[in-house]
């Protein structure tokens, strides 16, 4: 008797979890969590309920179209990297390109200043020789309207550069107008080693009495 107790309760449990299985079954079908729409459709029909249609994304089909989703953004955010590290090389790139261009600029502007400094030198010196063309001229053409001995007072007090920039003034003047040079007569006037120191200097025709000390110190 205790054998049937047992065995009933044995069937009643089967039965119970058949129930439950049977159940569970319709309400994962009914949510669309698995398929067995054909087999329960009569008793959704009998009791009511309209199942589920739309597939959950645990199907393997949304699964799959998930995975091609996240490929698809994947390689879009791929690309969008790509194309960032593009843009900040080509950023820098203009970046080193300003700064040449910069550096450029402002190395052609201090040539051009060196070479506006040099012309404004150039041009000053030409006004300093044009000048002393001038008072050279001047000189001499009063040193011809003089005395000798007072036109030679006058070269002794100038330095020897001045006096023979003078007197080859007057020689060439002189020579232009085809009349006697009175530069050896000035020479002759003059102390002997002052005279001679002149000549000396004269006939080594220096630039300047710098070149012309170089050229004793050689």
Do not use: C
């Not at 502007?109 to 000053?124: I, P, S, V, W």
């Not at 020789?129 to 001995?149: A, S």
């Not at 001679?196 to 710098?210: C, F, G, Q, V, Y």
Request: aromatic share 6%.
């Amino acid at each position: 008797m205790v054998r049937g107790k047992v065995l009933g309760k044995s069937i009643v449990l089967i039965i119970l979890i058949i129930i439950l299985v049977f159940f569970g079954l319709m309400w994962f079908d009914y949510l669309g969590v698995i398929r067995a729409k054909k087999i329960f459709a009569p008793v959704y029909k009998l009791i009511g309920l309209q199942p589920q249609t739309t597939e959950t994304v645990s199907s393997p089909d949304d699964l799959a179209e998930d995975d091609l989703d996240n490929a698809r953004w994947a390689k879009r955010l791929e690309a969008l990297d790509v194309r960032t590290e593009e843009l900040d090389k080509r950023e820098s790139d203009i970046e080193i390109a300003e700064e040449n261009n910069a550096q450029i600029a402002q190395e052609l502007e201090d040539q051009k200043k060196a070479q506006e400094e040099r012309e404004k030198t150039f041009n000053n010196q030409l006004k300093m020789n044009d000048d002393r063309d001038r008072n050279i001229e001047h000189i001499v053409q009063n040193l011809n309207g003089m005395q000798p001995k007072n036109a030679v007072a006058i070269l002794e007090k100038m330095d020897d550069q001045d006096i023979i920039d003078v007197l080859r003034k007057a020689d060439a003047d002189a020579s232009a107008a085809g009349q006697v040079s009175l530069v050896a007569y000035w020479l002759s006037l003059m102390p002997s080693e002052r005279a001679a120191e002149i000549s000396r200097k004269m006939a080594n025709k220096p630039n300047t009495l710098d070149d012309m000390e170089e050229d004793e110190e050689e």
